[in-house]
């Protein structure tokens, strides 16, 4: 292979005008993690109700909840991105039609949602997960001192079922900031379609994507050593992670 390894290349400018390449992949891992943060989020707020309503006695709640999880568990992410994205404007109104494919940041937004439904789906699995590994004596000492359902899910299921599940929601999270990298499909300007642009402009495809891999691994290294830490401070004693 006669190909030319030009290193210098993160420092040379780029021709968007924002510095050098070595700033448009800071500036497309900046966007990542913004993204990422954002749609977890999202994903924690859903993922934790569609959960809670998936052990819910009622079964109505529980089939809504069922309904969720498959809907948005088993459609590809790339998919469900270009419905929001591309199919959503076109149903609405023509007036929202137009004001969503106006509206600024629609790829970030468009993502964000997308991505974050999408991952809230498996936190309620987890979080369904967990609450059903509890002794169901917990429910029922919650009964006989009088707290109602919400209370009783509010001041003891939750707290123990979210430190169970921990590990599990960490490996989600270090996923939602990999998925971010499919939103380049969307116009997305994140980590990955920084380093595609990279490699347009100056033909050094080596040197741009393994700068992008090198990011994404230090960036999941501080995300995982960060978890760790916190797993070992909530830790329930004889549960994973616990001393």
Same mark, same amino acid.
């Given at each position: 292979?006669?190909?030319?390894?030009?290193?210098?290349i993160?420092?040379?400018p780029?021709?968007?005008?924002?510095?050098?390449?070595?700033?448009?992949?800071?500036?497309?891992?900046?966007?990542?993690?913004?993204?990422?943060?954002?749609?977890?989020? !999202? =994903?924690?707020?859903c993922?934790?109700? #569609?959960g809670? $309503?998936?052990?819910?006695?009622?079964?109505? +709640?529980? *089939?809504? %909840?069922?309904?969720?999880?498959?809907?948005?568990?088993?459609?590809?992410?790339?998919?469900?991105?270009?419905?929001?994205?591309?199919?959503?404007?076109?149903?609405?109104?023509?007036?929202?039609?137009?004001?969503?494919?106006?509206?600024?940041?629609?790829?970030f937004?468009?993502?964000?949602?997308?991505l974050?439904?999408?991952?809230?789906?498996? !936190? =309620?699995?987890?979080?369904?997960?967990? #609450?059903?590994? $509890?002794?169901?004596?917990?429910?029922?000492? +919650?009964? *006989?001192? %009088?707290?109602?359902?919400?209370?009783?899910?509010?001041?003891?299921?939750?707290?123990?079922?979210?430190?169970?599940?921990?590990?599990?929601l960490?490996?989600?999270?270090?996923?939602?900031?990999?998925?971010?990298?499919?939103?380049?499909?969307?116009?997305?300007?994140?980590?990955?379609?920084?380093?595609?642009?990279?490699?347009?402009?100056?033909?050094?495809?080596?040197?741009?994507?393994?700068?992008?891999?090198? $990011?994404?691994?230090?960036?999941?290294?501080?995300?995982?050593?960060?978890?760790?830490?916190?797993?070992?401070?909530?830790?329930?004693?004889?549960?994973?992670?616990?001393?």
């Amino acid at each position: 292979m006669n190909y030319h390894w030009n290193w210098r290349i993160f420092f040379e400018p780029s021709p968007t005008g924002g510095g050098s390449y070595l700033d448009m992949l800071f500036a497309g891992l900046w966007l990542t993690l913004e993204c990422a943060i954002a749609a977890w989020i !999202v =994903a924690l707020v859903c993922g934790s109700l #569609i959960g809670v $309503l998936r052990t819910l006695p009622s079964r109505g +709640a529980q *089939a809504f %909840g069922s309904a969720y999880v498959e809907l948005f568990r088993n459609m590809p992410l790339l998919v469900q991105l270009f419905l929001w994205f591309f199919v959503l404007p076109e149903l609405l109104p023509q007036s929202w039609g137009l004001w969503l494919k106006q509206m600024p940041n629609a790829p970030f937004v468009t993502t964000v949602v997308g991505l974050g439904l999408f991952m809230s789906a498996r !936190v =309620a699995e987890q979080l369904r997960a967990g #609450i059903g590994s $509890l002794p169901r004596g917990q429910r029922y000492a +919650a009964a *006989a001192l %009088g707290l109602t359902t919400a209370q009783t899910y509010r001041y003891i299921l939750l707290p123990i079922a979210f430190r169970v599940i921990l590990p599990p929601l960490t490996s989600e999270f270090l996923n939602t900031i990999k998925n971010t990298s499919v939103a380049i499909t969307i116009g997305l300007m994140e980590l990955t379609a920084e380093a595609r642009a990279m490699q347009e402009f100056s033909f050094q495809v080596f040197e741009a994507f393994t700068a992008a891999t090198l $990011l994404y691994l230090l960036v999941n290294l501080v995300v995982v050593t960060a978890m760790r830490l916190l797993e070992r401070m909530v830790a329930l004693p004889g549960t994973v992670g616990s001393r």
